[in-house]
């Protein structure tokens, strides 16, 4: 639809140069012609995939009840009452609050120890680094019920004192969660960025060493600043993968007020959330953070996961 | 960092150092940075992974002490085999999934890369509506679907004028499911295909059209075997994913009547009521030595890149 104003404008002075261009117009024509065809290919696509979110969004705003008698396909009934709902009754807040705690120490730990980490392997070109790396990467591709039952027994079996968590052990405790998450990460933040230190000219390194810089500064003063680029697009990637984990929250914690939101979400959804428009908000409200870092860091999260896989 | 000053230490592994004298306090610094976090991996990750494979030779009910395990072999694997009819569902389920993720989504992220490559105008649009379902969690799809599947009121029922219960019925539920995970995977591959597709010298592809090639003839012949490298991972990567899937059939229905998984299975094993923990186990070492395999060949992707 756009494309024939330009190949309007195209073909005018193309015909006055004579025959011998007109093979290229019609040329040009069909490559407008295939132009318009990818486009309208690609928006029914695109509308097509943002049509579930749509419909989750257009009906978190509906009265159940008015759904119910209308059919969902009517328009109307518009209501905020999904939304107080599920944030009053259902306590999203606190479940929010919940998963900050475990989210926030996790992404800045996984970083300082993947980066540290990285700087070694990045530093030292040792043989066992392959070694090292491969301990690293694999750690973080394992199905992660190939861990569980041992790290089950383990977490019930270590105590922690009871101003640290009121289970009096690391099973169902918020330590617990953050530990796990960072021994699962560490692996990919040490991949991408032992790969990007590497580009790090070993000059400035060794100007600090003269200059008698030790070793934790040179990597805390000069190597760690410079890495700024990739710690941001990790800390993106990081914060949108903890706080969407389901698995590990379902087998480590038992006490319900204790879940992150995105585990929490699938109790609400038995007791609270007996109408789907309710469980739209609740799913609205809990997709929202992870959108919202999306689209304010869409740069890092991109550069982020090709980092990973591409370098 | 070319620079081959033998170190100095004689503990130490001999081989090219950098050109710096590493003090004591320096050496400390080493085993730290690098032994704390290979420890908290090591410790969380790869010790429990033995014991899993070790306790998968065990009947144990996981509720009395260590003393009350008993140690029977392989007969666990003989009973997944042989006398557990969801481990059959499961690992067809598995598979199944593995073939559709590459099917559908794969293909489809390809074909969205290579068009979203041609600098089209609104480009950056469109490839954010096809990657904003990357950002959600897999628990979160699974939620979101259910208002598209759910048998009062669901759009696909009331558009089509059916009463297919489409998470109920486990004849029909797994392809409902498999479409779901879909629409996460696709914006995923597209977006790995698009940073393959960007690492390409232009120059080739303008090459291949002066010499007559079409746009089709030049991805087929040119472009897609340059991308070996990216080819590779993406198999390696669905792979992984279709091992690794879980949450979405955990929130539709446990992973129970018609949604098996080996995850779920595992899980329903060990986190579940059945308390089967030698049973568990060894389904989790069956997961485990088929993703070591791909994680493996990951690994030799990307560190015969490095050099």
């Not at chain 1, 759904?67 to 009452?81: A, D, E, Q």
């Not at chain 1, 040179?218 to 600043?225: D, I, K, S, T």
């Not at chain 2, 559709?100 to 979203?116: E, H, K, N, S, Y």
């Not at chain 2, 049973?279 to 560190?303: D, E, K, P, Q, R």
């Amino acid at each position: 639809m756009t494309m024939t104003t330009p190949l309007a404008d195209r073909s005018a002075p193309a015909d006055r140069t004579g025959p011998r261009n007109r093979s290229a117009v019609a040329n040009r024509r069909r490559l407008s012609a295939a132009h318009a065809a990818m486009y309208l290919l690609l928006t029914a696509l695109a509308l097509l995939w943002i049509f579930p979110l749509l419909w989750a969004l257009y009906n978190s705003f509906r009265d159940y009840d008015y759904v119910l008698t209308h059919g969902y396909l009517s328009v109307g009934g518009f209501t905020l009452s999904n939304y107080t709902e599920s944030w009053e009754v259902g306590g999203i807040p606190h479940y929010f609050l919940n998963s900050m705690i475990i989210t926030i120490p996790a992404v800045l730990l996984i970083l300082f120890i993947g980066s540290m980490a990285a700087f070694v392997l990045a530093r030292f070109p040792w043989k066992f680094n392959v070694i090292m790396l491969a301990v690293f990467i694999a750690g973080n591709l394992l199905p992660q019920q190939t861990l569980l039952t041992p790290l089950f027994r383990l977490y019930n079996a270590i105590p922690l004192p009871y101003w640290m968590s009121s289970s009096g052990s690391l099973y169902d405790s918020y330590w617990g969660l953050i530990l796990v998450h960072v021994a699962f990460q560490t692996g990919f933040c040490v991949f991408v960025l032992s790969n990007y230190m590497k580009t790090v000219p070993p000059e400035l390194l060794e100007a600090a060493t003269v200059d008698g810089a030790g070793l934790f500064r040179q990597y805390w003063q000069v190597v760690l600043p410079l890495c700024r680029p990739a710690l941001a697009a990790l800390a993106t990637l990081m914060i949108t993968w903890i706080y969407n984990d389901f698995f590990w929250a379902l087998a480590l914690m038992v006490s319900g007020d204790k879940l992150p939101v995105t585990t929490a979400l699938q109790n609400l959804q038995g007791s609270f959330f007996t109408d789907t428009n309710l469980l739209a908000a609740g799913s609205v409200l809990v997709a929202l953070p992870t959108v919202l870092v999306f689209v304010a860091l869409q740069r890092h999260f991109v550069s982020g996961l090709t980092m990973g896989a591409n370098k | 960092m070319t620079s081959t000053v033998p170190s100095q230490a004689g503990t130490e592994p001999r081989v090219p150092a950098p050109k710096i004298r590493r003090s004591r306090g320096d050496r400390w610094t080493i085993a730290v940075m690098l032994g704390l976090p290979a420890a908290i991996v090591i410790g969380l990750v790869w010790i429990p992974t033995v014991f899993t494979v070790i306790l998968s030779f065990a009947r144990w009910d996981g509720i009395g002490g260590t003393s009350s395990i008993e140690w029977i072999g392989p007969q666990n694997y003989v009973d997944a085999v042989q006398a557990y009819p969801p481990f059959q569902q499961a690992l067809h389920n598995n598979v199944l999934w593995l073939a559709f993720l590459f099917v559908f989504p794969t293909i489809l992220g390809i074909f969205l890369a290579v068009l979203l490559d041609r600098g089209l105008k609104g480009s950056r649009l469109y490839q954010s509506i096809f990657y904003i379902p990357v950002v959600l969690s897999m628990a979160l799809v699974g939620f979101v679907w259910q208002l598209i599947y759910s048998t009062d009121g669901g759009v696909l029922n009331t558009i089509l004028g059916t009463d297919v219960d489409w998470l109920g019925n486990p004849d029909v539920n797994i392809w409902a499911v498999m479409v779901a995970a879909s629409w996460r995977h696709t914006g995923y591959i597209m977006l790995l295909y698009l940073a393959g597709l960007k690492a390409i010298d232009p120059s080739v592809r303008e090459a291949a059209l002066m010499d007559g090639a079409g746009p089709i003839r030049t991805f087929f012949r040119i472009v897609f075997p340059l991308m070996k490298p990216t080819n590779l991972l993406i198999i390696v990567i669905t792979v992984i994913e279709a091992l690794r899937a879980f949450d979405l059939v955990w929130v539709i229905n446990k992973g129970r009547n018609g949604l098996e998984l080996i995850s779920a299975l595992v899980t329903a094993n060990v986190v579940g009521e059945a308390g089967r923990v030698g049973f568990g186990s060894a389904l989790a070492t069956i997961m485990l030595v088929i993703s070591l395999v791909f994680i493996a060949l990951y690994l030799w992707i990307v560190m015969r890149s490095d050099d």
